[in-house]
């Protein structure tokens, strides 16, 4: 467990908004390299490592991106405005400190807005949106700002770190889906699968599942996995009946998100995951849910059609700098995907 907790520490606490993945793509990198035959960057960033065997090819993905912000305009004082990478609550937003990626090296700022002992009374009782927040670096002008090397298409990641919190469970920024990575590193170390195994670190889910459709089109595999997190109900706020996952319970097998608008898992797909937990003894939750999706969407859609499965780790406030999970969830997920990869020749 403390290999995974390191690795996750180190994930999340690494800068990698969609479309500005690379320092994130270099720690998997280092992780996988030992482990495979080939290691390669595709033209649109995705990160590619090959481990040569027989058929079927598996691929086991997870996104490496985070949503993040983006300088939109440097103000005549300095301020800069942003626009949103990523599907951000806004409310999240106000009063966090950020980093400024610029050529030169990054720039710390904080996102602030307009005082509400200067506000008119109704306009303390709305939301405050992102449009009308922006990041103060300590600049006095547009001059000094861009003498920094901030402008316009500067990417802008939250400045937050990795930290403990009671039991097993942590909490961090990025978690979506830096957990999902960890999860599927680990499951290439372990796996002693006879099959090709293509181990994945797409780009850019967060903007429109752009990574994935592009690796899977390359790569054609058999059959494939793509490792996310996904929405637990088992804090204040939400309901069981919404959102019956539950944080610790062990990893999550989807058999439908986005109310079929997403992936839809095949009863080939559901026998080969759900086989192998029961053949394992990992214990697993079922999810079929109203809410987001996954690049999974895009990968069993690809060409004439890709088999493919999702593995969820349960994390709560997810697009949130605070996202909590369990590290037991993380460790059977890996346990989960390895096993997958050895029995998919029973499967295809």
């Known amino acids: 467990m403390s290999d995974i907790k390191s690795l996750l520490e180190k994930l999340s606490n690494a800068h990698g908004i969609s479309g ?3 320092s994130v793509q270099q720690i998997v990198k280092e992780e996988i390299a030992p482990y495979v035959d080939e290691v390669r960057i595709d033209k649109l960033g995705n990160l590619i490592a090959v481990k040569k065997g027989e058929r079927p090819s598996v691929m086991i993905e997870a996104h490496a991106d985070e949503i993040g912000l983006m300088v939109k305009q440097v103000d ?5 405005r942003f626009i949103r990478i990523g599907g951000w609550f806004d409310q999240t937003l106000l009063n966090q400190r950020v980093v400024i990626h610029t050529r030169s090296g990054p720039i710390k700022g904080v996102i602030g807005c307009k005082p509400p002992h200067v506000m008119k009374e109704e306009e303390r009782k709305k939301i405050v949106e992102g449009r009308d927040m922006f990041i103060d670096v300590g600049c006095c002008s547009d001059k000094e700002a861009e003498a920094l ?24 920024k990025a978690f979506d889906n ?22 994945v670190a797409t780009v850019q889910e967060e903007v429109g599942l752009k990574g994935a459709k592009v690796a899977a089109y390359g790569l054609d595999p058999d059959v ?3 490792s996310d997190v996904t929405v637990p109900g088992d804090h204040p706020g939400i309901e069981k009946k919404d959102a019956p996952i539950e944080m610790g319970k062990g990893p999550v097998v989807v058999v ?12 080939q797909v559901l026998e080969w995951m759900v086989g192998t937990a029961r053949e394992f003894e990992i214990p697993v939750q079922m999810e079929a849910s109203e809410g987001g999706t996954t690049d999974a969407t895009s990968i069993y859609l690809t060409k004439s059609g890709i088999p493919t499965g999702v593995i969820s780790v349960a994390t709560r ?24 990869v050895e029995t998919a020749e029973r499967y295809f």
């Open 20 to 22: 500005w993945e690379g």
């Open 76 to 80: 005549e004082k300095g301020f800069l």
């Open 149 to 172: 090397g901030i402008l316009p298409g500067t990417p802008v990641s939250i400045d937050r770190t990795f930290a403990i919190l009671q039991g097993d469970r942590v909490t961090g």
């Open 178 to 199: 830096r957990a999902g990575l960890v999860a599927m590193i680990e499951a290439l170390k372990r796996s002693k699968s006879r099959s090709t195994i293509y181990a």
């Open 256 to 267: 439908a998100d986005a109310s079929g608008r997403g992936i839809m898992a095949t009863p």
């Open 224 to 226: 494939a996995i793509a």
């Open 317 to 340: 406030y997810i697009h949130s700098p605070v996202e909590v999970l369990s590290l037991s969830d993380v460790e059977r997920s890996a346990e989960l995907m390895a096993r997958c």
